[in-house]
């Protein structure tokens, strides 16, 4: 019965809700600081959000280390994780056209492939 376990044959439910990273990154979003959101700003409305924060310090940082590895965040002041992060404009304008871009395509895709089908005809 403990090997079964320990194979994985009872695989945990998954969470749900939003990752940590997804929880930052609307909390930086929404904070309309010039500077950004410091850390300690940060955690607090991650509480606020009901995360707790004291059980997982551990993730906080590593999820803020990955956004300012990705681009997603830029931090402006302070160093590692701690100091002040606010949102990357480049990826945040990045991130809205590709969407729109990528609706585009199918549209051009369907329309050639009509005149494909009468040209052997």
Do not use: C, H, W
Not at 56 to 81: C, D, E, F, M, P
Not at 97 to 108: D, H, V
Request: hydrophobic share 40%.
């Amino acid at each position: 019965d403990q090997r079964a376990k320990l194979a994985g044959s009872e695989a945990r439910p998954k969470k749900v809700g939003l990752s940590v990273g997804e929880l930052i990154v609307k909390a930086v979003a929404a904070s309309k600081e010039r500077n950004g959101l410091s850390v300690a700003a940060l955690k607090k409305a991650l509480a606020a959000g009901g995360y707790d924060v004291d059980k997982n310090k551990a993730r906080v940082k590593t999820a803020i280390k990955s956004l300012v590895a990705k681009g997603t965040l830029v931090q402006t002041k302070g160093t590692r994780t701690s100091g002040s992060f606010k949102m990357n404009k480049a990826t945040e304008s990045k991130a809205k056209k590709p969407a729109a871009a990528k609706a585009k395509k199918p549209a051009a895709a369907a329309k050639k492939s009509p005149k494909k089908a009468k040209l052997p005809a």
